[in-house]
């Protein structure tokens, strides 16, 4: 799935049909509950000196940016959101493999293609829980009509788990309506804003 | 939006706990069988001649609606109102008494209302006229109160052999529901003929139901009052039924006309309501008269000469719709990316409404087996996919009301309740069977998913 800053993808079918999914797995990132998101990417390098998000999980920022090449990780503690620089790089038309995982009130693991990359202690600072958990996948700091239509990421793989296993996938194989089918079959598409 | 809600509900109840604006506002007349009521809830009950006689306006302010309206004023709450009673009682819901008195043709009316006396006339804000039951259709879930093609159908074969005596006449006169011959001199409309020049200036919205509107006379008329005199009411909202399945002259008749309402500004907004619950066969066989290639052509064409207009589909969804739903929202969507423009009254130009049927209760989806139910969420889940927002990259798509009607409708098929499914498939395959002998046609070659039921219950 080919990105750009002019139309990023959102993971948030509530905001389509409001109510039509009892249990959006969006809602089930939350600083109380298990959860793991795995994602894989190309990052283009098509405006390198401008924030990228790869995705980011808000109104609390959970996520993973790129500026200047350089990693950038977002953890959206309960109090504020921390925005950490890492000395981690990326190279453009690489595809990059990244896990977060959490495990409420104890740790967040953020892996690497395959290689642990850091751990954040949640003991005494655990993930914020609020009330309306989006996705984002492609912004860049505002979603805004003049922004570039270049291309600047490729998604190849965005998968949510929790306890019960796997509740939404996408390969992007499958799009209708400018929406990526879950291959899940739950419904928790991701849909292209503009 | 429930702050708007509670403060209404709060005026409302000022004045008394059963007061409700639609009694005053609102107004549905079916002048073919002389019945009329302000809101769905309450039965409709019959207009006296003597009263239209001397006073055109009982057309809406009948004795009988005075007595109610007197009701709420002194605090009390009518019995025939008592759905809305139950919402109250039982839950912590709004009852439709907010939601109808909340609406744009009533809200700025609850001061004059308040401080009116009981027995004054009122001319309502929103009008919902049938002038007659003539129609060409004989939808298998209508009947002879709004098809005289169903009254043909009755008169001739009698009522169909259900447990519920389906389109019985003499059920039909027992209520005091038999339609007015379209050959006979109709008193309930000569009433509204005379009521109308007084009526029409105090309108919000005026809506021209059936049998098939576009087969009355009076609907042209009423058109063309409204084109030579729209400078006593250029704010009306205008909406016209039609099944789409009349002669191409007489659309084209409809479409010329709504051009100039349109383009002159006569009016402030229009909209078109249709209805189709299927596709192809299936759709002509529940919906006898449809030529369904046509119905499309026809609203293709009011789309595009009718830049401004939305067309509204009012789907009766029942057991007969759910094979091919699916294809069904596959074609509202073409419609809708074909004809999408931001010109249109309404966000998108074609909408699809999906209701369920409840009556006849042998066409309700309850009496399908629970494999076919899940052909309701299929579709259902294929309109969320093809739903958009202001958000979305694409500006067209289904609305949240259209896709959440439609997961409603699965929602209750397969809801437990008290519905005696045994009894109603029974008498939905003598339903059936008697459809074909009359009909000259053949359910399992059209609905092969449902022949074996058929079968096991015939």
Known sequence: MNISRRNPWALWPDSICPSFLDNPAVDRLQGDQYWKIDIEFEYTGFAPDKQKDIFCVVPKYTGLSIFEKRIFVGIGYHDEDDWIGTDEFVEPNTVEK???????????LIVRNGSML????????????????????????????DQPEDIDIKVHLFKITVEEGVICE??????????SIDKTGNCNFLYQLG | MSVIYKDVKNQLDKKGCGFCLAKWTQVTIHLGTGLTHSCHHPIQHKIPLTEIKRNPSALHNTLYKKRRRKEMLDGKRPKECDYCWNVEDNSNSFSDRVFKSAEPWSLDQMETIKSSSWNEDYNPRYVEVSFSNTCNFKCAYCGPQYSSKWVEEIEKHGEYPTTTRFNSIELLKQRNEMPFKHSEDNPYVEAFWKWWPDLYPDLHTFRITGGEPLLSPNTFKVLEYIQKHHKQNPNLSLAINTNLGVPKKLIDRMIDICKDLVNNNKVRELIIFTSVEAVGKQAEYVRTGLDYKQFWNNIDNILTELPKVTVNIMAAFNALSVFTYNELIDKVIEFKKKHHNNERYWYTPLQLDTAYVRWPPH??????????????????????????????????????????????????????????????RKDFCKFIEEYDKRRDTKFEEIFPELADMYYEYK
């Open chain 1, 118 to 145: 850091f751990e954040y202690d949640l003991i005494n600072r655990p993930l914020a829980v609020v009330d309306v958990p989006i996705v984002f996948i492609g912004t860049d700091k505002h979603i805004v009509s």
């Open chain 1, 98 to 108: 990244f896990s977060y995982e959490h495990f409420p009130n104890d740790k967040l």
């Open chain 1, 170 to 179: 996408h390969d992007f194989k499958e799009l209708v309506h400018n929406k």
């Open chain 2, 363 to 424: 066409l309700n989806v309850k009496i399908l087996p629970d494999e076919h139910k899940e052909y309701i969420l299929t579709a259902a889940k294929k309109a969320l996919h093809y739903g958009s927002n202001q958000m979305s990259s694409l500006p067209y798509g289904f609305t949240d009301v259209e896709i959440q009607k439609i997961k409603r409708t699965y929602d209750y098929a397969i809801g437990k309740d008290n519905f005696d499914v045994e009894k109603y």
